[in-house]
């Protein structure tokens, strides 16, 4: 079904005056926009498509299920924000390294690092994900990247920068909006909505995560979906309605009703 013919039959045509806040897309033209932008969200960050607490608890949750069984050694995040993702998943490593594009959000992260009890063994660094100069090569038992992936426009060499830090075994797991969601693909657009904070942003499906890892050296170890409502940036309805879809994607196996794609993969033996 079309997007717009189910938002139609959802009988969703009033809804835009119901919320609260729209988003606005935000003009990228080069990397120190990507930048800038985060730079001045640090200054009063907050969780911006919902409920802080919830979806900070389904994103650990799901992390806590893909990466390895078998902790220890070194985890980091790339694209780390304030790094509550990975203080709270770095007790089950021996070091922990969060890295972030943005100063600001290094200095937030590292304010947090400063009051937790493992903060010896915690680092944060500036280093884009492109780059990855912090990180010696094979030296990484794990790297995630959550909410963080689609606001990077060079996906490829992101991709090449992790293969080249993770050990032969290490596992890669990224939480990222999902492409083929039926809100991005079709029920923001007829509503009028944006769903992209920055102009520069890329929501992949999972056919083009799948071959995107393929081409960069990756072997696949799982991929699905889960529960990621936008709700800070749909209406109140609306959000009611995907809530409602999210479930019946769940049941029934429909992607285009789910919010959010996970991937985990592992280095290629053979590359």
Not at 175 to 191: D, E, K, Q, R, V
Request: hydrophobic letters at 40%.
């Amino acid at each position: 079904m079309r997007g717009d013919r189910l938002f139609r039959g959802l009988g969703l045509a009033a809804i835009p005056s119901l919320n609260r806040k729209r988003l606005t897309s935000h003009t990228v033209r080069q990397a120190d926009d990507v930048r800038a932008f985060f730079d001045n969200v640090a200054r009063d960050y907050r969780e911006s498509h919902g409920h802080a607490a919830t979806l900070l608890r389904d994103r650990l949750h799901l992390l806590r299920a893909l990466l390895p069984k078998k902790c220890g050694g070194l985890l980091v995040e790339i694209g780390c924000g304030p790094g509550q993702h990975l203080l709270a998943l770095a007790e089950h490593f021996e070091r922990a390294i969060g890295l972030d594009l943005s100063p600001a959000m290094i200095e937030l992260a590292e304010s947090l690092r400063r009051q937790h009890p493992l903060r010896d063994r915690i680092a944060f660094a500036v280093d884009p994900a492109e780059r990855l100069a912090t990180l010696c090569p094979t030296s990484v038992d794990a790297l995630f990247c959550v909410g963080a992936f689609e606001h990077m426009p060079d996906r490829e060499q992101v991709l090449q920068q992790i293969r080249r830090v993770l050990k032969p075994e290490g596992r890669f797991v990224c939480l990222t909006p999902n492409g083929s969601y039926l809100w991005y693909t079709g029920i923001a657009a007829h509503m009028g909505y944006e769903v992209r904070h920055l102009t520069s942003d890329q929501f992949i499906t999972e056919g083009e995560f799948r071959a995107l890892l393929a081409a960069s050296g990756f072997t696949l170890v799982t991929a699905g979906y889960w529960s990621f409502i936008p709700r800070g940036d749909m209406p109140a309805l609306a959000g009611t309605i995907m809530s409602t879809l999210d479930a019946l994607g769940r049941v029934f196996g429909i992607p285009g009703f789910r919010g959010g794609l996970y991937i985990a993969a592992t280095p290629s033996p053979d590359r």
